[in-house]
């Protein structure tokens, strides 16, 4: 058996885990924390959950793409979700006008068109656009050697705003239309319209919450890869890659022990890998300088909200909102200005839940306003910082009081996390909320090789592919095909789903 480690137990780790379990290699996952999943991480304060990170997913109904990779991963069934409302999955607000999204191309033009009557016809374009990327995939389709690289380079290079202005000509709708923006951090010019394309079908097509919360993806994961012989170590830093003249040969752990290794994942931060690679010769200066200069999207703020009992009804949608007249240039504030939007969610417990217990509220804090704090570490990061965090989070909270007026008598605590919580919980660099920010400007140079120059180390996770539920699993399946070629792992993965 050939002995792989993987460094990092966020859902790239993990799901790169079981690929290769399930295939007969010997698998340790190594995680620093003393929790496993990352960004599916949960908390508990006071009895009661919260999710840090993922909170709704999409396209996972029968013959979905998520769901396909679910039970190729063999989680589906371990997995209980529960629906967004099908006629209003988001909300959108704009300077205190409200659009709702509807899952399915159809209804969702018609829901648009019944806001924008006269923007029918580019709605429907717009949705034909979007269909072609999502099914110029070959990994979304699941049809080997379908990519159509015409489609996905032209809108790989086009931003966002570029395409959505081309086609519809109602200033308002072009702004819904990048209503949920902060899914994926997107600047105006900058973000690829690809990337947009992917996120708008994936949740369009369905839209869920995990029952009990994100970290369930985690826990059902480490449980497939247990059934297959591997292992997940927490409190476990990777703190180098080990190299001799030509390859890899294990990885140190916590600057002590050595684990050998015939072929090692890094499912980190680029730039964390970088710096576990930082005294071999086989990475040359020019990629460690282009990885390590990539920007990054921007960092977030979250407020973790605790209700009352019986307090707050459960909203089964998700609430992004905008307190200008346009979603772009959030990431662009001044402190008397912040915040200019933020998202918020209510967490599902239980199926058919009629009231929420907790809900969180995420906006964009870029980590140079953090700058005093920098050097600090979790839980000690002094009084100046308690009170900066607790100043920001009731103006998050006033803000939402705008939006539903009385909330904050139905909170009972509050807790906060600020880009250098996920800076220090997930190695995120900078605390940004996805990782490295695609960009059109920067073309090729912008992207992250599943491969690198040594022949045994390749890197997986959100920096790869894409960010999110699918984006990460697809980088999954990208590194893992490395190792049992692409063709194999179609037909497994369609086989899974026979
Ligand atoms: C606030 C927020 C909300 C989000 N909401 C959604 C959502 O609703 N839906 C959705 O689909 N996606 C969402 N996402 C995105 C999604 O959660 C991520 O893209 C995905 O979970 C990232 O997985 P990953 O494995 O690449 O990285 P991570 O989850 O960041 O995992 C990396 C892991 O590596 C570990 N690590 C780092 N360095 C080392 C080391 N040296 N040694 C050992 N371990 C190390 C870290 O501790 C961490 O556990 C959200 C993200 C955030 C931050």
């Known amino acids: ?23 007969g290699y010997d698998v340790t996952v190594l995680e620093q924390g003393n929790q496993i999943g990352g960004c599916l991480q949960c908390f508990y304060r006071h009895g009661v959950k919260f999710e840090t990170g993922m909170h709704f ?3 996972a109904d029968e013959g979905q793409i998520l769901n396909k990779m679910l039970r190729y991963l063999e989680i589906d069934d371990k997995l209980l979700l529960s629906r967004l409302d099908v006629d209003c999955y988001n909300v959108i607000s704009i300077n205190g006008q409200k659009f709702n999204y509807a899952n399915g191309q159809e209804a969702f033009i018609n829901q648009m068109a019944s806001y924008f009557p006269s923007q029918t016809d580019n709605l429907v374009q717009y949705c034909q656009i979007v269909n072609s990327i999502s099914t110029s995939s070959s990994l979304h389709t699941l049809k080997y050697d379908s990519t159509d690289n015409t489609i996905n380079t032209e809108y790989q290079l086009r931003s966002v705003n570029d395409v959505i202005e081309h086609i519809i000509t109602d200033p308002l709708l072009q702004k819904v239309l990048v209503g949920d923006l902060p899914l994926y951090a997107a600047e105006r ?6 990337i947009h394309a992917f996120i708008m079908d994936f949740y369009n097509q369905s839209a869920f919450r995990f029952v009990g919360g994100s970290n369930t993806v985690a826990n059902a994961l480490a449980n497939v890869l247990e059934k297959y012989g591997g292992e997940v170590c927490t409190r476990s830093k990777a703190t180098r890659i080990i190299c001799n003249d030509t390859r890899a040969i294990g990885v140190e752990i916590n600057g002590e022990q050595v684990l050998a290794a015939d072929y090692v994942i890094s499912a980190t931060h680029p730039m964390r890998t970088m710096e576990m690679l930082s005294d071999t010769h086989l990475i040359r200066p020019a990629f460690r300088k282009r990885i390590n200069s990539i920007p990054q999207t921007v960092g977030g703020f979250s407020v973790y909200l605790h209700f009352k009992e019986n307090a707050v009804p459960y ?7 905008y307190n200008t007249d346009t979603p772009w240039g959030c990431e662009q504030y001044d402190d008397s200005i912040w915040p200019k939007g ?3 969610m209510h967490m599902c417990d239980k199926p058919l839940q009629q009231f929420a217990r907790t809900g969180v509220i995420i906006s964009y804090m870029r980590i140079e306003d953090l700058k005093p704090w920098w050097h600090t570490s979790v839980g000690h990061r002094g009084t100046e910082y308690e009170t900066f ?10 803000s939402l009081c ?10 009972e605590h509050f807790y906060v996390s600020s880009p250098l919580s996920y800076r220090d919980y997930t190695g995120t660099e900078g605390g940004s909320l996805y990782g490295i920010a695609k960009d059109v400007t920067l073309g090729s140079a912008g992207r992250v090789p599943h491969k690198t120059r040594i022949p045994n180390v390749f890197m997986t996770g959100q920096n790869i592919n894409s960010h999110g539920m699918l984006g990460c699993i697809v980088g999954t399946m990208v590194t893992c095909s490395e190792l049992l070629t692409s063709k194999y792992m179609y037909e497994q993965i369609v086989e899974a789903n026979k």
Do not use: W
């Open 189 to 194: 010019d900058k973000t690829p319209f690809s």
């Open 402 to 411: 705008k939006q539903f007026p009385g909330l904050d008598k139905n909170i």
């Open 389 to 398: 965090v607790h100043e920001h989070a009731m103006r998050l909270i006033q």
């Open 315 to 321: 909203m089964n949608h998700n609430f992004f909102c």
């Open 57 to 59: 997913v999409g396209s």
């Open 342 to 344: 933020y998202l918020y």
């Open 1 to 23: 058996m050939k002995k792989v480690v993987i460094i990092g137990s966020g859902l790239g780790g993990l799901s790169t885990g079981v690929v290769l379990a399930k295939n």
